[in-house]
């Protein structure tokens, strides 16, 4: 974007302008005027030549004070045509310069909401298209009399069904968090029994992985949604078992931290790289694209940082030592 600095500009009221423009305008025609008087000229050529100068005055002077409108104007068709990229000058610091930075900043957004968009209908698609695709060929063979339905082919329509299930359910969770349709049931909770359950839970999908809970005693209370923390420390301890060697440990972890209560979920795989530690709650990212074969479809952590933020809590992700990851929840405390 081309920055084009116009005569009125360091002015810092459009009022300010406004004046300049009339005393500038008044100044000058009176000027013309008197100095044809000076010179002997008749009044009746003086005052059309000071009326046509005077309205030259006001029309250099006003195009600088109105061209962020019509650049304004301009990019806003753009945009109703799905162009985000056009910006408008914003040199000015009157009420004018600031719409213009207001529109400048909301077109930025709109940009990235545009690219999240077409990027969630791509995964949306790619992650619908591999399940479907598993299902249609086994389901042709099974209708052509290439192979016989058996036990093991039906497990696996069986796993892609529940896949889809699972990514269906998902998307419909976070667009409902994002619109807000979802409300909190908040009140006092003991964290130690949510936390044995999300780990009774996942045992029984753990296969070699163990998975222990250290719920720091008794007495240990959060303010929030039981049911959504619990949804919230499930998909949790699902990801660490998913990406935990056989013969690893998944730890549930809770203690008091500055009147808060803290959450943790360790386990002992490759870990999450520091760089990578804020993009894994992005919807649809995955560290590593190649391990999309576990069965992630890269929306939970999405979904567990909207739940965490509802609650007006943190959540991150830490490097543990000397290899794991460490996933930290903090929510609000109260007293036991």
Known sequence: MKMTTRP??????????????????????????FGGFKAGIPLRYTTPIAAVVGLGVIQLLAHGMVAPL???AAASKDMARGD???????TSHDEVGELARAFNAMATELAEVDRMRRDLVANVSHELRTPISALQA???????????????QLAVMLRQVE???RLVSQLLDLSRLESGAIPLDRHPFEVGPMLELAASESRLHAGAVSVRVDAGGTGLVADGDPERMHQVVTNLVDNAVRYSPAGGTVTLAAHHRAGRVAIEVSDEGPGIPEQEANRVFERFYRVDPSRSGHGGAGLGLAIARWIVDLHGGEIRAEQREPHGCRMVVVLPGVAA
């Open 84 to 90: 985000y990229d056009r910006r408008v000058t914003a």
């Open 138 to 152: 086994t389901l042709e063979n099974l209708v052509d009399g290439v192979s016989q339905p058996d036990p093991e």
């Open 163 to 165: 896949r889809l299930g």
């Open 70 to 72: 019509r650049e304004m």
């Open 8 to 33: 009125l500009d360091f002015l810092g009221s459009i009022k300010a302008k406004l004046g300049v423009v009339v005393v500038a305008t008044v100044a000058l025609t009176v000027l013309l005027i």
